[in-house]
């Protein structure tokens, strides 16, 4: 119960801050369906480097098309698009995290506000390095050599997306969404997201994937502090 109230009042005085009231601020929820017949996952091969085979007891999917069990569709990015313009909200000190795990990077999809950092690490025991492809931001190409290694980055223009890669592992990529702002969210298991503390009013959503490019789709959060939304994919 302590640990509740803590948190309440750390979502209000952040409200505040941004100069949004408590009252007038609420969550969009949705998912992302997925029609037609899901292709096949690519099967990645990562007999180059016998550490990152050994690192997997089964078969590494690419993650470029999830089709989740229920129909829907996984790594979709869904952030505030219009809307939100003459607004300021300051970048969170607290680190997103990135990691390079079984030759894999976690997650396949993040976002992160302008001027925040992005916690980069090396969870493996091989040579990896981290390459943005960004087009706002400088561009940086990190080695990173030793096992439990940490670099931090930050993006200073936003930009969605940036992709993320290894040249030493060809197979290994990944999206970051760089945004002025806090009101996205990323389409999981189930193909659920969900945009927290967005205050009332009407915004252009846009919802991008990898593979299958973007949508968007209008959106009014009303007084009463909720609002859904449904985007659709098709194969």
């Given at each position: 119960m302590k640990t509740n109230k803590i948190l309440a009042a750390i979502?209000?005085?952040?409200?505040?801050?941004?100069?949004?009231?408590?009252?007038?601020?609420g969550d969009v929820t949705g998912s992302v369906?997925?029609?037609?017949?899901?292709?096949?996952?690519?099967?990645?091969?990562m007999g180059a480097d016998p550490t990152c085979a050994s690192a997997h007891s089964g078969p590494?999917?690419?993650?470029s098309v999830v089709v989740n069990?229920?129909?829907?569709?996984?790594?979709?990015?869904?952030?505030?698009?219009?809307g939100l313009e003459g607004q300021n909200f300051p970048a969170p000190k607290e680190a997103v995290a990135f990691d390079q795990s079984g030759c894999h990077y976690t997650p396949h999809v993040l976002g992160v506000q302008v001027g925040q950092p992005v916690e980069i690490r090396n969870s493996d025991a091989t040579?990896?390095?981290?390459?943005?492809?960004?087009?706002?931001?400088?561009?940086?190409?990190?080695g990173m050599p030793i096992k439990g290694m940490k670099l931090k980055?930050?993006?200073?223009?936003?930009?969605?997306?940036?992709?993320?890669?290894?040249?030493?592992?060809?197979?290994?990529?990944?999206?970051i969404g760089?945004?002025?702002?806090?009101?996205?969210?990323?389409?999981?298991?189930?193909?659920s997201f969900m945009i927290k503390g967005l205050p009332a009013?009407?915004?252009?959503?846009?919802?991008?994937?990898?593979?299958?490019g973007t949508q968007t789709q209008e959106v009014t959060v009303g007084a009463d502090g909720s609002a859904e939304v449904s985007f659709s994919f098709a194969g």
């Amino acid at each position: 119960m302590k640990t509740n109230k803590i948190l309440a009042a750390i979502f209000t005085s952040t409200l505040l801050l941004w100069g949004v009231s408590p009252a007038f601020a609420g969550d969009v929820t949705g998912s992302v369906s997925f029609t037609g017949t899901a292709p096949a996952q690519e099967t990645l091969n990562m007999g180059a480097d016998p550490t990152c085979a050994s690192a997997h007891s089964g078969p590494v999917y690419s993650e470029s098309v999830v089709v989740n069990d229920n129909g829907t569709l996984k790594n979709v990015f869904v952030y505030v698009k219009q809307g939100l313009e003459g607004q300021n909200f300051p970048a969170p000190k607290e680190a997103v995290a990135f990691d390079q795990s079984g030759c894999h990077y976690t997650p396949h999809v993040l976002g992160v506000q302008v001027g925040q950092p992005v916690e980069i690490r090396n969870s493996d025991a091989t040579l990896h390095n981290v390459h943005s492809l960004a087009k706002n931001s400088k561009e940086f190409n990190l080695g990173m050599p030793i096992k439990g290694m940490k670099l931090k980055k930050t993006f200073d223009k936003e930009e969605v997306m940036v992709k993320v890669k290894c040249d030493v592992h060809p197979w290994m990529n990944a999206y970051i969404g760089v945004l002025t702002h806090p009101f996205y969210g990323i389409s999981g298991d189930d193909g659920s997201f969900m945009i927290k503390g967005l205050p009332a009013g009407t915004y252009t959503l846009e919802a991008w994937h990898e593979t299958y490019g973007t949508q968007t789709q209008e959106v009014t959060v009303g007084a009463d502090g909720s609002a859904e939304v449904s985007f659709s994919f098709a194969g």
